[in-house]
């Protein structure tokens, strides 16, 4: 037997899931904060609702099921011999693991359109699969953090998505960039490439710039058929400098004869303008390179990377205006962001930013000494949950060294013992696992100990 589980995916420890806890537990307070509402779909889909939403590269990405049962009972037999593959795969598989949150989302809304209220303002966290080759920051099987509006096109969505980001890496103690950029501006330079309708292709092969480099860019723009002239177009625009207005300023000087491109200029001014009235401590970097390959964004989009961090890009988003089209509900735009939290907790961990309070599954113990020891302290542990205080006893009579130890072992910060001298003043002691000291306490004095340590 083969005790392993997939490349890509992974077990998590009682240690590392209560790390993962306070991460789930920051971004949700703060998407409650600011109005969202839960939702959850399915693991699966149906492939009709996931193909064709990505991409060519994200369809291949795509985790496909296997019909129930005698999935080749219905196959025709020159299918198997001719060795199709994806005509193959539409016969025997009807459903996939989701890959994002996005689209199940645009599929829930057009679903439950009569049952929503426009604009709609949900938060999903669940976890998502791609068939990717599993690589630092990669995984097959990791979690999304979700926060999306849709129902309105105002830019005031971006700015409060912008706030939010600030606050959940506030939260983290995470020091991050946020890179911003508009899909218009990206049409607009299409546009003047004389390539308008190879957007998505340009958008693609950009997107690779960090990660593959400039001439990786163009040797597969050129594979699309790109000419070096058009390259040359494009090239200045992706390693523009200076500040986020100055950037703007020679963009428009580039774009001044694409109506797409100075819109989508305008948009990000506006952005720009309102998140400088804010006291956001989050660095805001227009980055003109920047084009998240995924083919439903058409506006702004958003990317965060971890400062001084060995790490691919933590959180991202944009704005999509046609995604609901897609699946009968027209003219209905929506914009969101996506936080990777497997990727964050790998930041938090190498950095070692987890506070210690974060590693606490249980704050107090009740040592056993004995059964009339287990008897007087089950009242006082029972109080002690009463109040919100995590607490548990030694389920069975042991040497105290030995108790000592596994608490010291489970980072439990205070042990509790009361022993024959302490029942009969009715008292406990408290002992401090950090620091070692010990104090006798009446059980009131002890609850207020516990809170204010």
């Not at 096109?153 to 998505?161: T, Y």
């Not at 694409?258 to 001014?269: D, H, K, N, Q, V």
């Not at 003043?425 to 009446?442: A, G, H, I, P, R």
Request: hydrophobic share 40%.
């Amino acid at each position: 037997m083969n005790l392993s589980i997939p490349k890509g995916t992974r077990d998590f420890s009682p240690e590392e899931m209560v790390k993962r806890d306070y991460i789930f537990d920051a971004i949700k307070q703060v998407f409650k904060l600011y109005g969202y509402q839960p939702v959850e779909t399915p693991a699966m889909e149906n492939l009709s609702i996931l193909t064709g939403k990505y991409g060519d590269e994200g369809d291949k990405l795509l985790f496909k099921i296997l019909n129930s049962g005698n999935f080749l009972r219905d196959v025709p037999a020159e299918l198997l011999a001719e060795d199709k593959i994806l005509p193959l795969t539409n016969q025997i598989s009807e459903k996939g693991l989701r890959y994002d949150l996005t689209v199940p989302f645009a599929r829930y809304v057009v679903q439950h359109r009569n049952d929503i209220i426009l604009p709609f303002k949900r938060y999903q966290i669940q976890p998502v699969w791609r068939a990717d080759r599993p690589q630092k920051g990669r995984y097959r099987e990791f979690f999304q953090c979700d926060a999306d509006v849709i129902g309105s096109a105002s830019l005031l969505n971006e700015v409060e998505l912008l706030q939010i980001i600030d606050s959940v890496f506030s939260k983290l103690h995470l020091d991050v960039t946020v890179k911003l950029n508009n899909r218009k501006i990206l049409g607009g330079i299409a546009e003047i490439m004389g390539q308008s309708d190879r957007l998505i292709d340009i958008t693609v092969a950009v997107d690779k710039i960090e990660k593959a480099g400039i001439d990786a860019v163009k040797e597969e723009l050129r594979s699309k058929d790109i000419s070096d002239e058009q390259i040359k177009i494009l090239e200045p625009v992706l390693f523009l400098s200076g500040s986020n207005e100055e950037k703007l300023n020679r963009m428009e000087e580039i774009l001044s004869g694409s109506e797409t491109g100075l819109y989508g200029i305008a948009e990000l001014r506006k952005i720009l303008n309102y998140v400088g009235k804010l006291s956001i401590s989050t660095p805001i970097e227009l980055d003109l390179s920047l084009a998240r390959g995924l083919n439903y964004y058409t506006g702004t989009i958003i990317e965060v990377k971890a400062c001084n961090a060995d790490m691919g890009s933590i959180c991202g988003g944009g704005r999509y205006d046609n995604l609901t089209g897609i699946f009968g509900l027209k003219n209905v735009s929506g914009v969101g962001i996506s936080f990777g939290a497997d990727r964050i907790y790998d930041v938090l961990s190498a950095k070692n930013l987890f506070p210690q309070s974060s590693l606490e599954t249980t704050r107090v113990m009740f040592a056993n000494m004995g059964v009339n020891e287990e008897i007087y302290c089950l009242p006082a542990l029972q109080e002690i949950r009463n109040s919100g205080i995590s607490a548990e006893i030694y389920p069975e009579q042991a040497k105290l060294k030995r108790q000592l130890e596994y608490a010291d072992k489970r980072n439990i910060p205070f042990v509790v013992i009361a022993g024959e001298a302490e029942m009969t003043s009715e008292k406990f002691l408290l002992k401090n696992m950090n620091n070692k000291s010990q104090k006798e306490l009446s059980l009131r004095r002890l609850l207020n100990e516990i809170i204010i340590l």
